[in-house]
């Protein structure tokens, strides 16, 4: 099950950075952090994942606590189109062990 | 091209029925995953499958079952259609190796009468 606390809703202006939270204060040391977001009643789709290193990719930067316990997804210049459910998530790796989606932060980018 | 497909998009029909929902992936991995999302809007696991293993998440009704002709394929059966069965349900894929990140369909939205 979830093993991930996140704000239910959050407001952006558009064309400011968006960041949005994640505790994950039971994380063991072979869990990575993904983050997924879910536009309207699209397929959830995948923006970025990360151990415990900082990523940036060419969505969004993760930015992982150095005790790993928490992360921040930064967009760093949100769009309308960006407004969505976002979901973080702690998954072991190569063990098969499934994805567990929680309820998510409800983002709206405001013009 | 589409990474991973579901057919069909949506699908109205009457309790008792059965149905099936198609799900295939051209990206070459081998596991495969059904979720369902209610009107609630929270995204459940069903099942995980890969051809060693069939994971099955217990409060899944066994009129629901997976059915796999190949590693590209994981197709949805379900009997005897309940009215709570209404939901969106998602397929995705993975590799099962490393981190690699679930990729998903974009749903087939099942509505029971």
């Known amino acids: 099950d979830a093993k991930t606390t996140q704000p239910p809703s959050m407001d952006c202006a558009e064309g400011r950075a968006a960041n949005l939270p994640c505790n994950h204060s039971?994380?063991?040391?072979?869990?990575?952090v993904y983050w997924y977001r879910q536009i309207h009643s699209q397929g959830p789709q995948y923006i970025i994942h990360?151990?415990?290193n900082n990523e940036t990719n060419e969505m969004a930067s993760l930015i992982i606590t150095e005790d790993r316990k928490s992360s921040t997804l930064i967009l760093p210049h949100a769009t309308l189109r960006d407004t969505a459910v976002y979901y973080c998530i702690v998954r072991v790796v190569n063990t098969g062990n499934q994805f567990y989606f929680g309820t998510g932060t409800s983002l709206t980018v405001i013009p | 091209d589409t990474a991973v497909s579901q057919t069909p998009k949506y699908l109205v029909t009457q309790m008792g029925n059965d149905k099936s929902i198609k799900c295939e992936q051209n990206?070459?991995?081998?596991?495969m995953y059904w979720y369902k999302q209610d009107s609630k809007k929270f995204l459940k696991i069903m099942f995980s499958y890969n051809n060693k293993e069939l994971i099955i998440n217990e409060t899944v009704p066994n009129r629901f079952s997976p059915k796999s002709p190949d590693k590209a394929h994981l197709n949805l059966h379900i009997n005897s259609l309940e009215l709570g069965d209404s939901a969106v349900y998602f397929c995705?894929?993975?590799?099962?190796?490393?981190?690699?990140?679930?990729?998903f369909g974009n749903g087939t939205r099942l509505t029971v009468t």
């Open positions: 995705a894929s993975s590799q099962d190796r490393g981190s690699s990140p679930l990729h």
């Open positions: 990206l070459g991995h081998d596991t």
């Open positions: 039971t994380i063991s040391g072979n869990e990575y």
């Open positions: 990360g151990l415990k």
